[in-house]
């Protein structure tokens, strides 16, 4: 199995080392890895993909040009579309969905041309918002960081957007909300690709709660959107009294 993460300079990193971590162990527990990503041959094109398909993996597949500094290999995206089974999709550092990447056509080819194939787009946090910009979520339910769902659905509006759950899946194309619904949903992918003791071997070792089901509200019922105040004291107090 490989694992494929796309990386923008933008890129936030708690996304990538949840994947990093939750699939190196997936290929620990396989007994094909050590604990760190395992290493590929880097890649330049599709037609030398066959010296490094035999082995299990993660790659990154840096997405603006530059050369990502990342303890795996690196592979451009036309290959890893056409090698990896699973493509990860971070969310974005600093995020304003004003300034979101957008896919290009390009791009968005080689995504549904990987789908078809019968990978898994995983998006979290707020890649969402370049998974949408592909037309992969159109008719499709989704989510993202709950501080972000209304504009999900504002940008992209054939999108089903989920507000306030920690992952979707359909068609095996999944998105997750933030921070550690990222880890959930990596470890449901690992529970449905390698087996549930794959993931409940994960689930130990990264000393976790166990399993949460993606219909689990994100722990955001009390505050409010982005940009407007929330008055912590009194939400102590009110939850005290």
Known sequence: MHVGILMWRGTRYYDVAAAMEVF???????QTRRRVPAVLTDCTGVADCKSC????GIVV???????????????????????????IIPGFSG??????PLANVTQRDCLESAHRRGAAIVSLCTGAFWLASTGLLDGRIATTHWQYTHRLA??????TVRDNVLFTEQDDIWTSAGEGASTDACTELVRNRIGSAAAEYIIRVMVIAGARSGEQTQVASQATRV???IDIMETLRNAVS
């Open 24 to 30: 190196s162990l997936a290929f620990e527990y396989q």
């Open 53 to 56: 398909s035999p082995t299990d």
């Open 61 to 87: 597949v840096p997405m603006d040009g530059s050369r990502q500094t990342s303890p795996a290999s690196q592979m451009d995206l036309e290959t890893a579309c056409h090698l990896c089974d699973i493509l």
């Open 95 to 100: 995020f304003s969905p004003d300034d979101v």
């Open 154 to 159: 504002e940008f992209r509006t054939a999108v």
């Open 227 to 229: 940009g407007t105040p």
